[in-house]
Nanobody
Framework: VQLVESGGGSVQAGGSLKLSCVASERGLNRNCMGWARQAPGKEREGLAAIGVDGSTHYADSVKERFTLSRDKVNNTLSLQMSGLSPEDTAIYYC????????????????????WGQGTQVTVS
């Protein structure tokens, strides 16, 4: 299984970016998928997750600013980010679990089975 992220880059504070993740296997449409990030010197943190039923979960740090969506036809997961600040600078990773629902422990990254290589987001 391959997850390939795109859409990262540099943006000024207050700006917006949209990240996309394409999965190599259409079967991942039946899995909980989401995004995590890792800032320099910090642990990787879960940002958002979406189950096959469309239910979403967000970390408090990005709630109201980030919106997660999935396109099952194109096998794509997207993260629309707005109101970006330098604190959002990190490598952003797409990930998937081996289950359809994300559950209350969705942010437990050890439970995520598949990971992309990451895309850099820099906010200045």
């Amino acid at each position: 299984v391959q997850l390939v992220e795109s859409g990262g880059g540099s943006v000024q504070a207050g700006g917006s970016l949209k990240l996309s993740c394409v999965a190599s296997e259409r079967g991942l449409n039946r899995n909980c998928m989401g995004w995590a990030r890792q800032a320099p010197g910090k642990e990787r943190e879960g940002l958002a997750a979406i189950g096959v039923d469309g239910s979403t979960h967000y970390a408090d740090s990005v709630k109201e600013r980030f919106t997660l969506s999935r396109d099952k036809v194109n096998n794509t997961l997207s993260l629309q980010m707005s109101g970006l600040s330098p604190e959002d600078t990190a490598i952003y990773y797409c990930a998937a679990r081996d289950r359809a629902t994300c559950g209350s422990n969705w942010a437990a990254l050890s439970k995520w089975a598949y990971w992309g290589q990451g895309t850099q987001v820099t906010v200045s």
